[in-house]
Nanobody, 117 residues
Framework: VQLQASGGGLVQAGGSLRLSCAAS????????VAWFRRAPGKEREFVAI???????FNADSARNRFTTSRDDAANTVYLQMNSLKPKDTAVYYC????????????WGQGTQVTVSS
């Protein structure tokens, strides 16, 4: 199973980015897919999750700004990030929690998001 995270880049504060997490070797249709991030000098933190049925949950830091969605036909999950702030600067990772598992079994390689002030 491989997860390819992409879409990161450099953006000014207030801007938007859309991250993608494309999977190969496994269908994501029954899995929950989450986004995490790790900022320089900080621990990894949860950002958002989308479950197999399409329900979503965001961390407080992402609420009302970030939106997760999924395209099961494309086997891809997206994280739309709006109103970006410098404190959103981090490496963003997608992770898959298979149906019936309590653990994130598969991780993407991460994509860098840098928000300038």
């Amino acid at each position: 199973v491989q997860l390819q995270a992409s879409g990161g880049g450099l953006v000014q504060a207030g801007g938007s980015l859309r991250l993608s997490c494309a999977a190969s070797g496994r269908s994501l249709s029954n899995d929950a897919v989450a986004w995490f991030r790790r900022a320089p000098g900080k621990e990894r933190e949860f950002v958002a999750i989308i479950r197999s049925a399409g329900s979503t949950f965001n961390a407080d830091s992402a609420r009302n700004r970030f939106t997760t969605s999924r395209d099961d036909a494309a086997n891809t999950v997206y994280l739309q990030m709006n109103s970006l702030k410098p404190k959103d600067t981090a490496v963003y990772y997608c992770a898959v929690r298979p149906l019936g598992s309590s653990d994130y079994m598969y991780w993407g390689q991460g994509t860098q998001v840098t928000v300038s002030s």
